[in-house]
């Protein structure tokens, strides 16, 4: 007995698979968010300023 595949469901189930590794690999592409000194960074303004 033949056995037949049903393409638009392997379709699916491969698009779901490579959104799903598009969605893990766009989230652990986000920076880090680092402390920022605000107070440093307003003083290199004064003294280009």
């Known amino acids: ?7 638009r469901k392997d379709k699916r189930n491969f ?3 490579n959104n799903r590794t598009a969605r893990i ?4 592409a986000t920076p880090v968010i680092k402390n920022i000194d ?3 960074i307003k003083k ?5 300023a």
């Open 38 to 40: 605000v107070e440093e």
């Open 1 to 7: 007995m033949g056995v037949t595949r049903l393409k």
């Open 44 to 48: 290199s303004f004064e003294a280009k």
């Open 25 to 28: 690999k766009q989230l652990t």
């Open 15 to 17: 698009a779901r698979a």
